[in-house]
Nanobody, 126 residues
Framework: QVQLVESGGGLVQPGDSLKLSCARS????????MGWFRQAPGKEREFVAV????????IYADSVKDRFIISRDKAEKMLYLQMNSLKPEDTAVYLC???????????????????WGQGTQVTVSS
């Protein structure tokens, strides 16, 4: 069984930076992918960034490309999301997700992920 616990959310001003963390417990597998998704009130859950746990290959949503960086520490079983130049439209609950054996084209699809954390709130407001 895999458990995911996010941390690091908070209230920041536009232009600020914030780093989210996701602690993973349980086994890891050679074909694991992990990602960050977000959900704003009244909106569907959307893809932010995903990383192949073993190779480190990653993809980003266009809305966060060049501002956010996804990374992982395999030894510590930690996933991170460094968020820079935050905008009010980045306000959402950010969720960590994990699954195994996904083909690359399906990485952005929330419905493909088996394991989810409880989420951490990020609010960007002046």
């Amino acid at each position: 069984q895999v458990q995911l616990v996010e941390s690091g959310g908070g209230l920041v001003q536009p232009g600020d930076s914030l780093k989210l963390s996701c602690a993973r417990s349980g086994s890891t597998f050679s074909r694991d992918v992990m990602g960050w998704f977000r959900q704003a009130p009244g909106k569907e859950r959307e893809f932010v960034a995903v990383i192949d746990w073993n190779s480190g290959n990653r993809i980003y949503a266009d809305s966060v490309k060049d501002r956010f960086i996804i990374s992982r520490d395999k030894a510590e079983k930690m996933l991170y999301l460094q968020m820079n130049s935050l905008k009010p439209e980045d306000t959402a609950v950010y969720l960590c997700a994990a699954s195994s054996g996904l083909i690359r084209s399906s990485w952005p699809q929330p419905k493909m992920y088996k394991y989810w954390g409880q989420g951490t709130q990020v609010t960007v407001s002046s």
